[in-house]
Structures are given as structure tokens and as C-alpha cells.
């Protein structure tokens, strides 16, 4: 599957969250960068226009951004927690976890990596830790490889 294929996990918020982006980028972003283009040709020479160079530069951002929203909406598969067999972490999930031998718990929802954020306790199914949780219960061990060593979480609880 390539790049472009690949299925992209969201929830409805997440969802909607990039076709939000998409719409502000396609209408008022466009116009945004239109406008600075056309003013920055208004100056003149633009062999050494820095305006014009950044506002094609922004442009091109836009663009590109465009067409990674317009790919991640088309192929995404939306998670629907309520269909999920709740023994088994799965994205969509929400995971406590517990540092072995007898580190904190700490609680996570396993989420696609477009709506990854660490900071939130948004983890990517993706990531070291979210991948090893996948398809693991209650109860279970985990060993996750980090640049320091490895680390293992036990599972305490899944939502």
C-alpha cells in the first residue's frame, strides 16, 4: 500500500478536525497567499524579492498540506470505541499502564498518528509504546525499546 493509500485512524473529532483545516486552507488561506504573491510582484524585480520567495514558499506549504489533508480525509477509518472488544487495547483505546517493577500508572488513548499528542496522552498506534500495546489485555507485559534501554509496562485497565 502506498503513502497515499495508507489508512489513517481518527475519530469523528479528529475527522473533523482536518476537514476544518482543509476548508480554512482551500478558502482563506489561498486568498491569504494570493494576495501576498500579488503584491510582492506589484514590487518588482523578483530576483530579489525576499516577500515574493516567502510567499511562494507559503504557498507551496499550502499546497502540499492540501493534498496530505485531502489523502489523510479520503482514506481515513474512523474509530468507533463502542464496536471494540474492550479486553483487548486496540486504537481507540484508553490504557493504563504501570512502569514495571513498580514505576506510576499512567493513562492513554491509543489514537491514530494524525491525532497523536504526547502532551495530551495521545499516543500513535504507531509509536513504540502504542504498538506494543496493540492486541495485548489486562494483565499483560509489554517491552518497549527506547534510546536508553528497554522498559516494561504491565497493563492495568482498558476503556
Known amino acids: 500500500m502506498s503513502q497515499n493509500n495508507k489508512e489513517v485512524f481518527l475519530t469523528q473529532e479528529g475527522l473533523e478536525k482536518l476537514k476544518q483545516e482543509l476548508e480554512f486552507l482551500r478558502t482563506q488561506k489561498r486568498q491569504e497567499v494570493a494576495q501576498r504573491l500579488k503584491e510582492a510582484i506589484a514590487q518588482g524585480d523578483l530576483s530579489e524579492n525576499s516577500e515574493y520567495d516567502a510567499a511562494k514558499e ?7 498540506r492540501i493534498i496530505t489533508l485531502e489523502n489523510m ?3 481515513a477509518k474512523i474509530i468507533d470505541g ?6 483487548v ?3 481507540g483505546s484508553k490504557v493504563t499502564i504501570q512502569e514495571q517493577p513498580d514505576g506510576d500508572q499512567e493513562t ?3 489514537v491514530g498518528s494524525a491525532e497523536s499528542d504526547p502532551s495530551s496522552f495521545k499516543i500513535s498506534n504507531e509509536s513504540p ?3 506494543e500495546l496493540i492486541g495485548k489485555r489486562v ?3 509489554v517491552n518497549v525499546s527506547t534510546p ?5 509496562f504491565k497493563i492495568v485497565k482498558i476503556d
Open 108 to 110: 492513554y488513548t491509543i
Open 73 to 75: 480525509i479520503h482514506n
Open 58 to 64: 507559503e504557498q507551496a506549504f499550502v499546497e502540499s
Open 82 to 87: 463502542m464496536n471494540q472488544d474492550k479486553n
Open 148 to 152: 536508553s534501554g528497554t522498559i516494561q
Open 129 to 131: 509504546i502504542g504498538n
Open 89 to 91: 487495547v486496540n486504537v
Open 139 to 141: 494483565g499483560e507485559v
